[in-house]
T-cell receptor, first 111, second 114 residues
Framework: DSGVTQTPKHLITATGQRVTLRCSPR?????VYWYQQSLDQGLQFLIQYYNGEERAKGNILERFSAQQFPDLHSELNLSSLELGDSALYFCASSVDGNTQYFGPGTRLTVL | GQQLNQSPQSMFIQEGEDVSMNCTSS?????WLWYKQDPGEGPVLLIA?????ELTSNGRLTAQFGITRKDSFLNISASIPSDVGIYFC??????????????FGTGTRLQVTL
C-alpha cells in the first residue's frame, strides 16, 4: 500500500459526459501528479500540483482540468468524453519531488 | 507523448535465472526510477537513482544510473514466480523549483516459470 488513495476504482460512462476522479496523497506529500495509461500511449504525464498550485503540465487535453484543494487532495475533471479517453488514470504523490508513489488508479470506460 | 526505449519488450525465463533489462533516452534525466506494475494495479516503486554512475540494490534487485545520464539498467537475481509483472523505467526531469515530471519507458513484461 503506497498510501495514495484514489476513487472511484472503476467508472463507466457515455461519450459526451463529464466525470471527476479523486486522489488523496500520502500524508505530508505536497505534490500530486496525474498520469494516463492507455494501451497505445503507455504511461503519460498529465499535470502536477504543488501545495494547491499548478507546477508542471504534460500532454493534457483542454477538455481535462485538475485542481488541488487546501487539504491537498486533488481532483481530475474530464469533460466531453470520447471513446479514446478510456484508460487507467493514476495519481501519484511526492514529498521531495524526486520519488513518486502511485495510487491504485481509476479505470475509466467510455461507451 | 514521449516514451523511453526499454528492452527487452518481454522475457520468459525460468525460476532461479537472473534477469537484465535496460532503458535508454535521447535526453538526460536528473533521476531514474524503476517501477513494477501488476495487472490492474498502480506502479510500485522498486528503486530510485539520483546520481550518474550510482549503483543501488534493493534485495535481489540492482539498478544503475548510466554515466551519460541517458540510460539505466535493472537486474533481478535468482528470479521467483512473484517477480512476474511489467517493469517500467522512468526518467525524472526537474524543470525548476518544485516542478517535475516522469517520462516512462515502454515496459518489460516478465514471465517466470517454475
Amino acid at each position: 500500500d503506497s498510501g495514495v488513495t484514489q476513487t472511484p476504482k472503476h467508472l463507466i460512462t457515455a461519450t459526451g459526459q463529464r466525470v471527476t476522479l479523486r486522489c488523496s496523497p500520502r500524508s505530508g506529500d505536497l505534490s500530486v501528479y496525474w498520469y494516463q495509461q492507455s494501451l497505445d500511449q503507455g504511461l503519460q504525464f498529465l499535470i502536477q500540483y504543488y501545495n494547491g498550485e499548478e507546477r508542471a503540465k504534460g500532454n493534457i487535453l483542454e477538455r481535462f482540468s485538475a485542481q488541488q484543494f487546501p487539504d491537498l487532495h486533488s481532483e481530475l475533471n474530464l469533460s466531453s468524453l470520447e471513446l479514446g479517453d478510456s484508460a487507467l488514470y493514476f495519481c501519484a504523490s511526492s514529498v521531495d519531488g524526486n520519488t513518486q508513489y502511485f495510487g491504485p488508479g481509476t479505470r475509466l470506460t467510455v461507451l | 507523448g514521449q516514451q523511453l526505449n526499454q528492452s527487452p519488450q518481454s522475457m520468459f525465463i525460468q525460476e532461479g535465472e537472473d534477469v537484465s533489462m535496460n532503458c535508454t533516452s535521447s535526453s538526460i534525466f536528473n533521476t531514474w526510477l524503476w517501477y513494477k506494475q501488476d495487472p490492474g494495479e498502480g506502479p510500485v516503486l522498486l528503486i530510485a537513482l539520483y546520481k550518474a554512475g550510482e549503483l543501488t540494490s534493493n534485495g535481489r534487485l540492482t539498478a544503475q544510473f548510466g554515466i551519460t545520464r541517458k540510460d539505466s539498467f535493472l537486474n533481478i537475481s535468482a528470479s521467483i514466480p512473484s517477480d512476474v509483472g511489467i517493469y517500467f523505467c522512468a526518467g525524472q526531469l526537474r524543470t525548476g523549483g518544485t516542478a517535475s515530471k516522469l517520462t516512462f519507458g515502454t515496459g518489460t513484461r516478465l514471465q517466470v516459470t517454475l
